[in-house]
């Protein structure tokens, strides 16, 4: 048996997985799957570094029928993802889509894509913010 390690996490309403494609599966499915990839191919599988994986995928998100069926499935409102700073709109920060469904984290911070200095994302209740590095806090949703 593979040793176990934390891919994605659900709090309350939100759901937070690096690249955020869940295939459409329940919570229960998709810890079903992963275990059983891990177990079968360690953290090569696939299912954890695939194109479509929850850590790889991108574009999963384009169409929003996939998101509704999405959080339904997960039975969230929000699905919280990075792996991808060109998603959902502006670059070098914080992005939110399809009416704060979706909030893309990864505003480009590495050195290789170098977009910007970071930034936090704040969830205080059912509502979200950017504090950038500079110490500015935007309002994001609601």
Known sequence: MAARAAIAVRIGGWFF?????T????QAQLEHDLE???DR?????????????ILEARDWYAEPAVVTSTLAALGVAHVVFGHDPNALGPVGRIAVGQDGALIRIDCGMSPDVDDSAGALLR????SAEQLAADGTITHLWP
């Open 41 to 53: 191919d360690d953290f090569r599988a696939d299912e954890l570094v695939g194109e479509a994986s």
């Open 123 to 126: 969830i205080r209740g059912d």
């Open 36 to 38: 059983a990839a891990v």
């Open 17 to 21: 997985a690096h690249a955020g494609n």
């Open 23 to 26: 295939a459409g599966r329940t």
